[in-house]
């Protein structure tokens, strides 16, 4: 029994990873740690179009990573949890270390 639950949490937990997966959804969820923004807000500092903004945020909303309230025709957007960024940064540190310790081994097989 306690592995099957194991089991249904690592697939959930692999759901949110599967919705972090696109770049695009990382800059977004970068750019809502500063604060809410509607999508034309987020559009425009990220430098995307605003239906493809639209797509990542209702993808983000389906996984339960942001959510939205509606204030008249503007919808606006928040992340739902600031647990969400604390891990984005921890996988981001470590990729910052698995680089720079490949670049260090890079470094030491080219004086060889």
């Known amino acids: 029994m306690e592995r099957e639950r194991q089991w249904r949490i690592y697939q959930l937990q692999s759901e949110i990873c599967r919705t972090l997966s696109d770049p695009k959804r990382l800059l977004i969820l970068n750019e809502l740690r500063e604060g809410e923004r509607s999508v034309t807000e987020l559009a425009r500092e990220l430098g995307l179009n605003q239906a493809n903004v639209s797509q990542h945020l209702a993808l983000l909303r389906q996984g339960g990573l942001v ?20 891990a984005c940064d921890i996988v981001h540190q470590l990729l910052v270390e698995q680089l720079e310790r490949n670049q260090a081994l890079a470094q030491e097989i080219l004086r060889q």
């Open 67 to 86: 959510k939205s309230r509606k204030d008249g025709a503007n919808i606006y957007y928040s992340l739902a949890t600031p647990r969400i960024i604390e």
